[in-house]
């Protein structure tokens, strides 16, 4: 039942219905642009409140966007903003929504035996949103009903059939019709493992990576027992031609190597130290330091004092972190896992220096400051973590979290006006007006907002609410 919300949220949309008629004509066009992203964001809205497995990580979130920023810059003709997610799933599937939005599954990131496989996948699905496959996709279903087209949209969304779409309002649709739109077609597939190949090779990863991972899956599908076929392969059908199109590809360039990051084996093992019994995982990170079985040590043995302090052995966990930096590990990364540390210790003063130093070297990771924001909301210095805030705001107003951060701030000081205005903002980010206008108004009538405060509130209430209505009229259109 997890994607219901999603089909019920695109029902719920009126004006997706009215805006059916015109896709009629242009079915190669496909939807608007500005028609995708907002579809595109509702889902998303529906990922983020309510798909339990959607993974909340500003690590990985971070690491994805990275990668994936390059393989954007790369792209030819990629304009429009990206945003890469993660679900916490151990089927190997990523998947592109309209509007830009791109999802992974950790079990891809598990599965990939280099950056530069996950790199060739999420290459792809780039290429997908560059060329407009999803919005010619959905533009071509026009004589399809609503409520058929919101499932195929979904279906497609997440890369997987869901029977149990089949209820309620989509229940008078035939199941049939939405197993068949449900892959990219064969030349989508071709065009879109061509564009992402270019992109893959511009941004410096290994271009051989594309047709070592698709064989992979293909092994791996023809292996299972069940016949499952996995998510990816269900959505990209991966066909012996597709293979031997990027082996050539990649045969007719020099040998180019591209060694793996740091980052790829710290997210790798932080994924790793999150599944199993914390005691087995421990374990398994134990052997494979003591036996050397690891691609790099750091990785290994970041995994082991994760999965230490997911055990609560933070001493243990503590006592990890010098031998973590002797084996080169380094980075954000490694320096918000030491904050974790102090704070699993109970040591709130010492999470919130660790992290204050972190900042300091490494002032542009976000991650990190959302760190050392909480570090210090939790070790009670509220004031500090303000400043903090409110500088941070100022130079990302674009950011969610730090809106979310700062709600949570004005909370702690007892500012309801001020909370309820920040709230409107992450939820102005999120694309969700209704929302951040309700928050305004809450903010509104708290009460404890000065002359000044109040005409701030009162002028960015006009602004949504003229953004909302000329968000209607278009839909309209
Ligand atoms: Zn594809």
Redesign the pocket.
Known sequence: MRLLPAVLLLLALPAWGQALPDLGGGGAEGLSPQMERRIGESIMRDIRFREPNYLDDPELIDYLGTLGGRLTQAAAGARQDFEFFAIREQTINAFALPGGFIGVHTGLISAAESESEVAAVLA??VA?VTQRHIARMLGQQQQMQLPVLAAIAAAILLGRARPDLAQGAIAAASGAAIQTQLS?SRD??RE?DRIGFQALEAAGYDPRAMATFFEKMQRGSRASDDGSVPGYLR??PVTVERIADAQNRAASLPYKQHPDSTDFQLVRAKLRADVGEPRETVSYFQTAVKEKRYPSEAGARYGLTAALLRAKRAKEADAEMPRLRAAGGAGPMVEGLAGRVKQALGDRAGAVAVLGEARKRYPNSRPLLYAHAEALQEAGKTAEAGTLLTDSVRLHPRDPRLHQLQAKNYAALGKRAAQHQSQAEVYALHGSLPAAIEQLQLARSAGDGDFYQNSVIDARLKELRTLHSEELKDQKK
Do not use: L
């Open positions: 792809h699905e997908h990219y989508y597939e879109a959505t990209h």
